[in-house]
């Protein structure tokens, strides 16, 4: 028999079962809209919404049933996991648009970088103290927790378990067919705000990957690519051509809600007048900018993929994959990857090898930059390192440049050179942060002008096409802008070998084919299929149908065989040199040579030793027990980058 109900315990577990995850929703809800009474509206407007995000949450406590000593410690630890993430989620929305998924949890190698960004010293110090106390509060408690007299009788807890899980997954069946819960998440931020943070940061734990299409056959594969056709060399054009992604970019120009002193895209307006050009939407908005990268290169589309996944943290981490640096190889280009930021954020140095590029140059090997006011690398280092490029290699070359410059936080900077005033701005609180943001964009205008002005000047054969990631972080809506939504930035293509592209409002995925086809190069089977069937009704179930195929499929497409390599990727198209070394003072020493970075590290004999970065031509070392007749070396990114030195001789 089961033991009679006690009247004390049976309040105290409706107050944590059933109260208890309404006030975490409600908190929850009020963070993830920032509005304090955010979770009690959602309450009332949507309550069987509301009502699912609060069994999820209750599920997870209600584990804490079948642990007796332990049971408050499990209750106090799961709550604070839920408040821990609804805090994230609102620091998120205030620095960037998009809200926190558990694909952001894979990013953690960039945590140090972004909370020196987005947080200033003082709320860093806040948030520290909470974490601290936070885990002083937990650790008390379970030493506290006091040990249960008797036997253990689970029947009551799993019996409890088993009904607040069975009505968890009903409710949630139910709202997914009826239409009150959605599975796909096209546009994150209004996701999240139709199904709630909870609901929405669970699915994104099991919803990753290109789901397999109905029908999913090698038949249905080979039916998809039976007409698509090999490029015929003698047609085909072969260009060097150029992806340059500028960071947070569109035309400001279209923004209603502010005026300014003069046209902060000079440069841009007028190519775009010029040459082909139009709307481009993207994947994503105020961050995110590998997903629009992603689609660029690939031609896939991040909608197939999980809610709020990064493909460069997942699927392409450990494969290899179709790209437009793969596609054109048999047309002896050189592929190359530039970006003015660190060779290690969102895993370039890896995935980039998997897309089958060639070259790449992160901002480690970089010199001569400069920095914005909110710590930035600015975008005009680009333009020496595109020449590089393209002085380095024989053959085309095929470049994707991804600038940083614009990027967020926009707030608290007020002591920089302004080009660009707001005459009109109907959002006085954020005046300073859209000044600074346009006086921002003004320069990468001002790049790109300088870029295309080389290009001209060098006259080789070129297709450059320049397009925002992703609108900033600055929380516009679509009734802020003129002709557009807050998803769609800008593009335009510039060509000197006489193709006349038509203005057109077009996706990321379908940029890197649309180049292609202009050019008569019809390699690739994604490249393909944007080519055969763009106009087709079954267009977006054939381009799932494939990257199923390719990324988690039997490679049908391929003849069950992944034809993509991993490449040797080339970091230094530089050569180091150390010319001379000389004694500065008591073990320091100056060594002199040329192309060093801020990365570039001495090392004496075998051990790598304290290294001060001068400028490209000159490093400083200390070291204790150095003599001219040890040889010296150079030590890059975990990498011998030269052959020693021998200062004796």
Known sequence: ?????????????????GILPIIINIIVESLGNKALFGGFIKLFSDPFVFLCNTLIIACTLSVGALLRRYRYCWIVVVSLVWLLLGFANFLLLCNRVLPLTVHDM????????MIQ????????????????????????????????????????????????????????????????LDTRFPELPRAYTDNGFVYSFTL???????????????????????????????????????????????????????EFSENPLPNFTRLAQENGSGLLTVPTIGAGTVNTEFEIVTGMRMSDFGAG?????????????????????????????IHNYKATFYGRHNVYANLGYDYYRPIEDMTGYSLTENGWPEDSVLTDYIAESLDTTDGPDMITAVSVQAHGNYSDVSDYEKHVTLTECENESMRSSYEYYVNQIYEVDAFVGELIDYLSERGEDTVIVIYGDHLPSLDFKDSDLDGRGIYQTDYLIWNNIGIDYEDRDISTYEVNSRILGSLNIKEGVINSCHQRYSDDENYFYYLQALEYDM???????????????????????????????????????????GDFTESTLVRVGAVIVPTVYIDENTLEFK??????????????????????YFPQQ
């Open 551 to 593: 990324l988690y499929g039997k490679k049908y497409a391929f003849g069950e065989k992944n034809p993509y390599e991993v490449t040797e990727m080339n970091k230094k198209k530089r050569t180091f040199e150390i010319l001379s070394v000389s004694a500065k003072e008591e073990n320091v020493f100056t060594v002199s040579g």
């Open 117 to 180: 960004k987005y947080l200033d010293p003082v709320s860093l110090a806040l948030v520290s103290l909470l974490v601290v106390i936070l885990m002083l509060l937990i650790i008390i408690l379970f030493l506290r927790a006091p040990r249960p007299e008797g036997k253990a009788d689970l029947r009551l807890p799993v019996i409890f378990i088993l009904v607040i899980f069975g009505l968890t997954f009903g409710n949630l069946k139910l709202g997914t067919t009826l239409g009150f």
């Open 106 to 113: 894979q990013l953690l190698d960039l945590l140090s970088a």
């Open 309 to 337: 996944e990064y493909p460069y943290k997942t699927v392409l981490r450990e494969n290899t994959c179709e790209s437009i640096a793969n596609n054109l190889k048999d047309l002896g280009y050189s592929s190359h990857f």
């Open 1 to 17: 028999m089961l033991k009679k109900i006690n009247p004390r315990k049976l309040i105290i577990n409706t107050l944590i079962f």
């Open 204 to 258: 994104s734990m099991v919803d990753v990957g290109v789901s397999k299409v109905d029908g999913y056959s090698e038949k249905l594969i080979d039916s998809i690519t039976e007409d698509f056709e090999r490029t015929d060399k003698s047609q085909a054009k072969t260009p060097n051509i150029i992806l340059l992604q500028l960071e947070s970019f569109f035309d400001v120009n279209s923004l209603n809600n502010m």
């Open 623 to 644: 070291s204790h027990s150095f003599d001219f007749s040890d040889h010296l070396s150079l030590w890059e990114d975990g990498v011998g980058s030269s052959d020693p």
